[in-house]
């Protein structure tokens, strides 16, 4: 299994950015995406998921900012970030699975990507 993340960077408060995630090594059509991240000296946090049917389901907090969707032909996952504030500064990663698999497989190299960076600043 492999996921690569990449499109972090720095950006400022406002501003947008897509992250992308490609996979292989697994079923990728028939498996649920997720996104999560983890800023400085916190906790990980679930972001999103995207079911194999396309349903998508989102944290509170990032409903009308983000949107996650996925091209099985390329067997990538994206995460479209807009309206960023500097609380969205954190590692964002690629996992496989919902939000059961953050929080009982944290980090396992089998279900996450290494992350890509975000920085919202001014």
């Known amino acids: 299994v492999q996921l690569v993340e990449s499109g972090g960077g720095l950006v400022q408060p406002g501003g947008s950015l897509r992250l992308s995630c490609v996979a292989s090594?697994?079923?990728?059509?028939?498996?649920?995406m997720t996104w999560a991240r983890q800023a400085p000296g916190k906790g990980l946090v679930w972001v999103a998921d995207?079911?194999?049917?396309?349903?998508?389901y989102y944290a509170d907090s990032m409903k009308g900012r983000f949107t996650i969707s996925r091209d099985n032909a390329k067997s990538t996952v994206f995460l479209q970030m807009n309206s960023l504030k500097p609380e969205d500064t954190a590692v964002y990663y690629c996992?496989?699975?919902?939000?059961?698999?953050?929080?009982?497989?944290?980090?396992?190299?089998?279900?996450w990507g290494r992350g890509t960076q975000v920085t919202v600043s001014s």
């Open positions: 995207i079911y194999s049917d396309g349903s998508s």
């Open positions: 090594g697994f079923t990728f059509s028939n498996s649920t």
């Open positions: 996992v496989i699975g919902g939000l059961h698999t953050v929080i009982q497989r944290p980090f396992d190299p089998d279900y």
